[in-house]
Nanobody, 123 residues
Framework: QVQLVESGGGLVHAGGSLRLSCTRTGRTGGTYAMGWFRQAPGKEREFVAAISWSGGSIDYADFAKGRFTISRDNTKNTVYLQMTSLKPEDTAVYFC????????????????RGRGTQVTVSS
């Protein structure tokens, strides 16, 4: 059974940093793109960043550009999201999801997603 397990969330003051991890366990293999999304209470799911299998294609939401960095280590089946200069509006549950491409990583038609990790940024 494939699982995506996020970790690294927590409580941080505004201006602080966190590094989230998403590890794929169970059946490995495949060359999937990976994405990070977030959802705050009462709000729609929001795309954060995505990275192709090779790392050669990366995309960020506008709010993430310059502050967040997505990377991956395929030898560890893990994708990371380094977040800096955090703001209270970044508070949300962050979860990872796999997809066929960077452009389609958010599609519900393909790929597993994790349960998420809570990020809370205090002012």
């Amino acid at each position: 059974q494939v699982q995506l397990v996020e970790s690294g969330g927590g409580l941080v003051h505004a201006g602080g940093s966190l590094r989230l991890s998403c590890t794929r366990t169970g059946r490995t293999g495949g060359t999937y793109a990976m994405g990070w999304f977030r959802q705050a209470p009462g709000k729609e799911r929001e795309f954060v960043a995505a990275i192709s299998w090779s790392g050669g294609s990366i995309d960020y939401a506008d709010f993430a550009k310059g502050r967040f960095t997505i990377s991956r280590d395929n030898t560890k089946n893990t994708v990371y999201l380094q977040m800096t200069s955090l703001k209270p509006e970044d508070t949300a549950v962050y979860f990872c999801k796999e997809g066929l491409t960077v452009a389609t990583v958010g599609s519900e038609d393909f790929g597993f997603r994790g349960r998420g990790t809570q990020v809370t940024v205090s002012s």
